[in-house]
């Protein structure tokens, strides 16, 4: 597929809104967002903290990825930290109810301006890893992983993203990547995500919402698709 570039960061609309309200796809620049980061209050201390949130297998790690490769390309920026909940999980079962762990480890440090840190789950040896992974006071933090965007940190967020994608992709994307023996556990975790989203009203609050699996022909690294 030929990939269309466009010329400048302005946001490029594939098409004008339909009589039915569908959603209008536009490819935006990650250069652009990063600005827009920046150019935000820091509400976690003196931290600008960044949730890349949504279903698993929509494309959030590849987003939050590329927002801080942008943001580390701008004129004397610096390559934020990126903290991925999976990390902080203790196993399948602890979906939801990981985030005490990620407060006490992490925001409540960086919210009285001083450095976090967590130790690193092995879903190899069904533990956490001894040490622990630093998380430095910095401008930007970018949190990502299910339920990052929760409403009960909305009020310290400079920027809450939802990446969403079709089931069934999001389903074949997670078994080509960890194999078919997770399924039982997938379906389980589908159900559990589905059910967290309708009762946090995540996709009302986010700021941008983001198609992880988009028609628009554009250069993945570089650019995204905003749907709302």
Do not use: C
């Amino acid at each position: 597929m030929p990939v269309n570039r466009p010329r400048t960061d302005t946001p490029v609309p594939d098409e004008e809104p339909s009589e039915h309200g569908i959603p209008v796809a536009v490819v935006e620049a990650y250069a652009e967002l990063a600005r827009r980061v920046l150019a935000g209050p820091a509400r976690l201390g003196r931290t600008r903290l960044v949730a890349v949130d949504g279903p698993s297998g929509a494309g959030k790690s590849r987003f939050a990825a590329h927002l801080a490769d942008a943001l580390a390309a701008l004129p004397g920026g610096a390559r934020p930290p990126v903290v991925h909940t999976d990390d902080l999980l203790d196993g399948w079962d602890d979906q939801l109810t990981f985030w005490p762990r990620l407060d006490e480890w992490v925001l409540t440090p960086l919210r009285d301006g001083q450095p976090g840190g967590y130790q690193r789950y092995s879903w190899v040896r069904r533990g956490f890893l001894p040490g622990a992974v630093p998380v430095p006071v910095a401008p930007v933090l970018i949190l990502e992983g299910v339920s990052a965007a929760r409403a009960v940190v909305a009020a310290e967020l400079t920027l809450a993203v939802f990446v969403t994608a079709p089931e069934p992709l999001r389903l074949a994307r997670a078994v080509a990547r960890d194999g078919p023996e997770i399924l039982p556990e997938l379906h389980r975790w589908h159900a559990g995500e589905r059910a967290h989203f309708a009762a946090d009203d995540t996709t009302t609050r986010a700021d941008l919402v983001v198609d992880g699996a988009p028609a628009l022909p554009h250069d993945r690294s570089r650019y995204y698709v905003r749907i709302h």
